[in-house]
């Protein structure tokens, strides 16, 4: 009993293990079929298999992996969920290759499982379609074949070599983005990006070992779009004309857009064929039909877009453009007329007038079906160009073309506004002559052909006949003779019509135009003309200002503009306007046309420097100055800017005299030279004199000082009892005085030797001597006497009396002239060398002194006579 249980135990299990697996091994339902071809265009696979029946008769949804295997690796993995059905038909798939399916042979396989069920079929057996790779071509291949390709979009290309050959090479032309890869018998080659830019089409060159070779074209393209402003119309209630724009899409010949047009309810294919030079268009006859629905479709083999439009043909009306077009003008009216072929159809129409300056104006006529309309102020004697345009009066859809445009001149009128007149006048004896000067201004309108200019003048004061002169209209301008009095005087311009209104000026008596006392003002340019203002006077109701444009020529071409009475400054201009050039401008208040000079204005539009230099006429020479004198420098008119001042530049002796490396003295012309000379001046030297009283006592009149008290004295190897020494090479005398002969003997002399470098001094009476210079070279030079000359030094800058101006500054002692012994005291330079008397050094001297004409300055306190600085 206990081994039949232990069996039971044992078999149950394995009786449920064996039940579960056969009712999972019924839930797997495998692939029965399977079928794969390709569509080479495409270079598409398409896959068609099936399962049991019983599965479609229990309508399972099923689960199927489907791989795709290129040569030896598996390339796509892709899953399908399907719900089958009882009809029992076979399930579909496709799969478009990144290469051309003919480079490689392709193979697929499929397997499923039941949505109840965790387990999958077996896998199906491969499908393979072979490539061209294992074939036995004789020469290399590319493909796919020539095709279209959109822009934008990458191409894989491939090219078989012959059996048993490699591709040597495989290159595109233009150049593009590319990117290679190998193999031994069959090479890919991928093209990126592709774009219209580089080619409308792209080439492809492939070639072998065996020097087979193999081209392809392929067009780059763009997809068609959907038509753009499709639309419908009616030009003569019979036929129907479609519109829409062309599209561009860079592929011609037979890979250009079709297009096809349609109806709904039309039994025909295609309605007419279209035409597509710059916009496309096709028509055909309506019939009977009012309302209809039109499809146009476009293709490329790239794609197909297609638009429709709905429409009424009573609401698509659109007129043909007006003919026979002609016009009847007045002076200020215009009345066009014209006719149209679709007299079955009400119309309205509008006329467009443009205006000589461009401006366009648009009139619409009030009456239906009206052939003719009338377009009312216009200005005489003026071309207007005019057109017309019809459209439906009832349910518009759009206007007709324009009608030819004709073009029309009004006829002449009265000339409407005034001329702008101005004046010159020039006294001359008895009387004055006035220049009168007319032109049109923007306000003025001839309204015909001026054929004369008439001037009246007459007497104000005493009602006299008038005079009168008429020109032709080739003048603007006329001289007049007119005495002392009042005038007024009139200029009318004519045309073929009438006189225009006539411009009014009043030339007062002749004593009322004083103004001599008018000093001129002046004014500045700018970079836009010269710019000027004026005081104004509330009494003016208006301003003029004039100049001429020629200023240095006759006649000067005068010039005239007018302000209003609340205007202060303006900027004259004009293109005759020149740097360097002065010009006069007169302001003018004008009130109940009678103008009165109130300004007189100079400037330049630009100042450019003198033409000259001053010539400097006397020059004055001191030892520490230099006075220059010239000529005023001419101011005249044709100056090229106004003298403003003068620039007095000085150098060292040793560079040039210009403007570098110089000092400039700026010296102006105006009163302020004057003022600052005559006031600021004195003014100020009195001040400093106040404030240094005390140092301008000491510097004007200084104590004489004591030799005893010199500080150079104070060296204690050459005090001599109680008396300092001076020792003779440490003093640098700035004066040099010869004694006569007389006061000479009163003086015990030292003698300095030249062997020995000490004097020696003798004193007599207490008294202190002066030192004696003495050599043996100065007898060279000295007159022969019997008592030797003496020589002394004071060391006192106060005593240090200026040469005459005709002197020479290096004049010494011994040239002095007979009786002029009581001027003993002559300039010496000071830090020279004491040996001034030595020969060569006089004889130097003599040669410096010869120059004292020149123009050159030399300062007492910078020279040394042996190569130093002049």
Not at 264 to 277: D, G, I, N
Not at 629 to 644: A, H, I, K, M, Q
Request: charged residues 20%; proline residues 5%; glycine residues 4%.
């Amino acid at each position: 009993m206990m081994n039949h249980f232990m069996i039971l135990a044992v078999l149950i299990p394995l009786r449920t293990c064996h039940t579960s697996y056969s009712q999972q091994e019924s839930d797997v339902f495998p692939v029965t079929y399977l079928n794969v071809s390709k569509d080479l265009d495409l270079q598409r696979l398409l896959v068609e298999w099936d399962v049991v029946k019983s599965a479609h008769d229990a309508e399972l949804a099923i689960s199927f992996e489907i791989q795709v295997r290129r040569t030896n690796e598996v390339v796509w993995t892709e899953f399908q969920n399907v719900t089958l059905d009882k009809l029992g038909k076979p399930l579909h798939w496709t799969w478009d290759s990144n290469i051309p399916l003919e480079c490689m042979s392709h193979a697929v396989r499929i397997r499923s499982k039941a949505e109840t069920s965790k387990i999958w079929s077996q896998w199906s057996l491969w499908e393979t379609l072979p490539g061209l790779d294992t074939s036995n071509r004789s020469g290399p291949q590319i493909f796919p074949k020539e095709k279209v390709l959109a822009e934008g979009s990458n191409i894989t290309l491939c090219c078989i070599g012959g059996k048993g050959q490699t591709i040597k090479e495989f290159s595109v032309f233009p150049t593009v983005d590319v990117v290679k890869r190998t193999k031994s018998q069959v090479r890919l080659l991928t093209v990126g990006n592709l774009s219209h830019d580089k080619g409308s089409n792209i080439h492809v060159y492939c070639s072998d070992e065996d020097k087979g070779s193999h081209e392809a074209a392929f067009f780059v393209g763009k997809p068609p779009d959907t038509p753009k402003n499709f639309s419908c119309q009616t030009q003569d209630m019979k036929r129907v004309t479609c519109t829409w724009r062309k599209e561009e899409t860079y592929l011609y010949g037979r890979n250009s857009p079709q297009y096809t047009l349609s109806e709904t309810s039309s039994q025909k294919m295609a309605l007419c064929e279209a035409s597509c030079p710059e916009q496309c268009s096709c028509s055909w006859d309506i019939g009977q039909q009012q309302i209809w629905n039109v499809t146009v479709t476009v293709e490329n083999p790239l794609g197909k877009k297609s638009a429709t439009d709905v429409f009424d043909v009573k609401h698509r009306v659109y007129p043909t453009a007006p003919f026979q077009v002609w016009e009847d003008c007045t002076d200020t009216e215009m009345t066009l007329h014209w006719n149209y072929k679709n007299t079955e159809i009400e119309l309205f129409c509008q006329t467009e007038v443009v205006q000589p300056d461009g401006k366009v104006e648009l009139h619409n006529s009030s009456v239906a079906d009206s052939r003719r309309i009338t377009v009312r102020g216009l200005r005489p004697y003026t071309e207007y160009t005019a057109r017309v345009r019809c459209g439906a009066a009832r349910h518009f859809w759009r206007w007709s073309e324009w009608s030819q445009p004709l073009t029309c001149r009004t006829k002449e009128g009265t000339p409407s506004g005034k001329l702008d007149i101005w004046r010159e006048i020039t006294p001359v004896f008895g009387g004055r002559n006035v220049t009168l000067f007319w032109k049109q201004t923007p306000s003025f309108q001839a309204n015909g052909k001026i054929i004369s200019y008439e001037v009246t003048w007459e007497k104000i004061e005493d009602g006299s006949q008038p005079e009168s002169i008429s020109f032709s209209s080739v003048y603007n301008s006329t001289r007049i003779f007119l005495d002392n009095h009042s005038y007024r005087i009139s200029v009318m311009a004519k045309n073929n019509v009438n006189f225009s209104l006539p411009s009014i000026l009043i030339i007062s008596r002749a004593t009322d135009n004083s103004t001599e006392e008018l000093k001129e003002g002046q004014v500045n340019g700018t970079d836009d003309g010269i710019f000027l203002s004026w005081e104004p006077r509330s009494i003016y109701d208006s301003y003029i200002v004039d100049w001429c444009n020629f200023p240095r020529l006759q006649p000067c071409d005068l010039q005239w503009k007018r302000f209003g009475s609340n205007i202060s400054s303006a900027v004259i201009s004009s293109a005759a306007f020149v740097p360097g050039v002065r010009y006069k401008f007169h302001v003018y208040g004008s009130v109940a046309n009678r103008a009165s000079l109130l300004e007189k204005k100079i400037g330049y539009l630009k100042e450019l420097p003198p033409h000259l230099d001053p010539i400097v006429r006397k020059v004055d020479l001191t030892y520490n100055s230099v006075t220059l004198s010239w000529d005023s420098y001419l101011t005249n008119e044709s100056e090229p800017g106004f003298v403003r001042g003068y620039h007095v530049y000085v150098s060292p002796i040793q560079g040039n005299c210009n403007l570098k490396g110089s000092k400039k003295h700026i010296l102006s012309a105006n009163m302020l030279y004057f003022i600052f000379l005559l006031v600021i001046v004195p003014t100020l030297v009195a001040a400093i004199c106040h404030w240094k009283m005390k140092w301008l006592k000491e510097w004007c009149c200084p104590v004489i000082p004591s030799p005893n008290k010199s500080k150079v004295l104070s060296f204690k190897e050459f005090k001599m009892d109680s008396e300092k020494v001076l020792k003779i090479n440490d003093c640098l005398p700035d004066m040099l005085a010869v004694d006569s002969n007389a006061d000479a003997h009163k003086l015990h002399p030292v003698t300095w030797s030249p062997v020995s470098s000490t004097p020696t001094e003798d004193n007599t009476d207490g008294h202190n001597s002066s030192w004696i210079y003495s050599s043996e070279n100065v007898a060279r030079d000295f007159p022969s006497t019997s008592t030797p000359q003496t020589h002394t030094c004071f060391e006192n800058f106060a005593y240090s009396s200026p040469l005459e101006a005709e002197s020479d500054p290096y004049q010494i002692p011994e040239t002095l002239e007979a009786g002029k012994t009581n001027q003993a005291v002559v300039l010496y330079q000071p830090q020279c060398y004491i040996d001034i008397f030595h020969e060569d050094a006089a004889s130097t001297t003599r040669k410096t002194g010869e120059r004292k004409n020149s123009l050159k300055y030399i300062s007492q306190t910078d020279v040394c006579w042996l190569g130093g600085r002049l």
